[in-house]
């Protein structure tokens, strides 16, 4: 009887969570979609869910599409959110410039909410003193001029690893991301713990297994998930995708953890503090200086991880995917690099001064930004944009790739052609709101430099030492170009190439 009641009682209380669960949602609808007149234009939400039908799996697609149909601000609603989509340079520019201190919240993922502590750097919620503490730290360690100088040494013996290993690679297959990403990898393991991590002849497969999980926990924070659109659930965590973002943390504690107790005990050993003090330091004793926690140097050096590898292995295999297309291109490309330099002094080379070489890589990234959707930003406080009244805690997301893609800012916008940025004034920088790949205003992508300058090393020895060859002979009018989207816009089918010495 009391097993026969048991069931009773939770049968009923599941009847009771299905029926009043609808009326719980549509109540919160009701009460977050009050329109107010001065709300950029968008398609009327159905009860409920809102728009979030309307996204599907390539939201810079599908907003790009209801830009052209609403115009260059639409607004749209996620279950109790409301979320602002710019798609033109005017609307970027008052996001990013105009509105920038109002618009520079980060409306942070339930499947990023690891700590209790606000430990985050690009996901960090406000432009706090923990925020500004950890850009001063990042830009003066690994960012600066003189940060950058420094590491050209490191640069070079990883740059030379990877170019030993493809040679030992002659006549096989490689798949060309998971190489760069060993690569870039090490550089950044040794920049933050002086240490590689990854093997680049590791026939375990290690590097493919940690560029899925980050790249994996990069998916868990685009993924549509009920906690984001709905909050009163996020307690529930109805998706799994906070615990497997736990799991994903782990994986790297799983390479930090032991080196960051060691370096402690290394500390509190010393005899004196001026023997620590004559040591060179690197990203990770600045942080113990600083009384970080292992939980906030994780979840610190995870976002480094992410943001110093995953866009620059994108942008490099999109650039040699392009340039496989375009023949003449790369010939021209591999013409001015032989004039300019030789592949014993590439690190030497000022390679900012190779005008044509820069515009292939400005091209692929305006035809393939890194980041299609900049890393959503909130409204700390109610502001005006383009005359429509954004709400506190908005969403607000800007569409690069609809503005790199737009006819009326590019001509011939969806042809790969560098001459477009021949002679031209666009550059990174952030000024330029039709080609924005970094973003713009204090959010901008803080390792620019040092990204711009691994990408193109990397790209111009691969050019300068290499023919690229398909498997079977396949011709690259038919190479894959379809897209994979995540916060970073990945080739959907990853380039695989034979790499064989220039002849």
Request: glycine share 4%.
């Given at each position: ?150 590491e050209s040494i490191l640069r070079h013996e990883k740059l030379v690893q990877m170019l030993n290993f493809l040679n030992t690679k002659q006549g096989q297959v490689v798949k060309i991301e998971e190489v760069v990403f060993t690569t870039l990898f090490n550089t950044l393991s040794n920049i933050l713990f002086s240490k590689d991590f990854l093997d680049l002849n590791d026939e375990h497969g290690t590097a493919h297994w940690i560029k899925f999980g980050l790249q994996k926990a990069l998916e868990n924070g685009m ?149 299609p959707l900049l890393i959503p930003r909130r409204a700390l406080e109610a502001c005006e944009v383009m005359n429509y009244t954004i709400p506190q805690n908005s969403q607000v997301w800007v569409n690069i790739w609809a503005i790199s893609r737009d006819p009326k800012v590019w001509e011939d ?91």
């Amino acid at each position: 009887m009391e097993i026969a009641a048991f069931v009773m009682e939770n049968n009923l209380l599941t009847s009771l969570f299905l029926t009043l669960t609808p009326l719980i949602l549509l109540f919160i609808t009701i009460k977050y979609s009050k329109t107010e007149k001065n709300f950029p234009p968008g398609p009327r939400p159905l009860p409920i869910i809102g728009n979030i039908h309307q996204i599907g799996s390539k939201p810079h697609v599908s907003t790009a599409m209801l830009a052209k149909e609403y115009g260059p601000l639409v607004s749209l609603r996620l279950g109790s959110k409301l979320l602002v989509v710019a798609s033109s340079p005017e609307a970027a520019k008052e996001i990013l410039k105009t509105q920038d201190r109002h618009l520079s919240g980060r409306n942070v993922p339930d499947a990023f909410n690891l700590s209790k502590v606000d430990c985050h750097f690009v996901w960090a919620k406000d432009c706090n003193e923990h925020w500004k503490s950890l850009r001063t730290i990042s830009r003066s360690e690994m960012f600066s001029s003189k940060a950058i100088e420094d590491e050209s040494i490191l640069r070079h013996e990883k740059l030379v690893q990877m170019l030993n290993f493809l040679n030992t690679k002659q006549g096989q297959v490689v798949k060309i991301e998971e190489v760069v990403f060993t690569t870039l990898f090490n550089t950044l393991s040794n920049i933050l713990f002086s240490k590689d991590f990854l093997d680049l002849n590791d026939e375990h497969g290690t590097a493919h297994w940690i560029k899925f999980g980050l790249q994996k926990a990069l998916e868990n924070g685009m993924t549509p998930n009920v906690s984001d659109f709905f909050p009163i659930f996020r307690g529930l965590d109805l998706q799994g995708l906070r615990r497997d973002s736990f799991k994903r943390l782990a994986e790297v504690s799983s390479f930090t953890d032991a080196i960051i107790e060691e370096r402690r005990a290394r500390i509190a050993s010393s005899v004196t503090k001026e023997a620590v003090e004559v040591e060179e330091k690197d990203f990770l004793d600045r942080l113990l200086d600083n009384n970080f926690t292992n939980t906030q140097i994780n979840i610190l050096v995870t976002e480094l991880f992410i943001a110093g590898t995953d866009t620059v292995v994108s942008t490099i295999e999109w650039a040699m995917a392009e340039l496989l297309k375009n023949k003449e291109i790369l010939d021209k490309v591999h013409e001015e690099l032989k004039l300019e330099i030789s592949s014993n002094s590439i690190m030497k080379s000022d390679l900012s001064k190779l005008t044509y070489f820069n515009a292939c890589v400005k091209e692929t990234l305006r035809l393939h930004p890194v980041v299609p959707l900049l890393i959503p930003r909130r409204a700390l406080e109610a502001c005006e944009v383009m005359n429509y009244t954004i709400p506190q805690n908005s969403q607000v997301w800007v569409n690069i790739w609809a503005i790199s893609r737009d006819p009326k800012v590019w001509e011939d916008p969806d042809t790969f052609k560098p001459e477009r940025f021949v002679g031209s004034h666009l550059d990174f920088s952030g000024r330029d709101f039709e080609f924005i790949p970094f973003g713009g205003g204090r959010r901008m992508c803080p390792g620019l430099p040092s990204g711009i300058k691994s990408l193109q090393t990397i790209l111009a020895s691969l050019i300068l030492e290499y023919d690229w060859v398909l498997p079977n002979n396949e011709d690259p009018e038919n190479l894959d170009m379809n897209e994979k989207f995540g916060v970073t816009l990945q080739k959907e089918k990853p380039l695989e190439l034979i790499f064989k010495h220039k002849e």
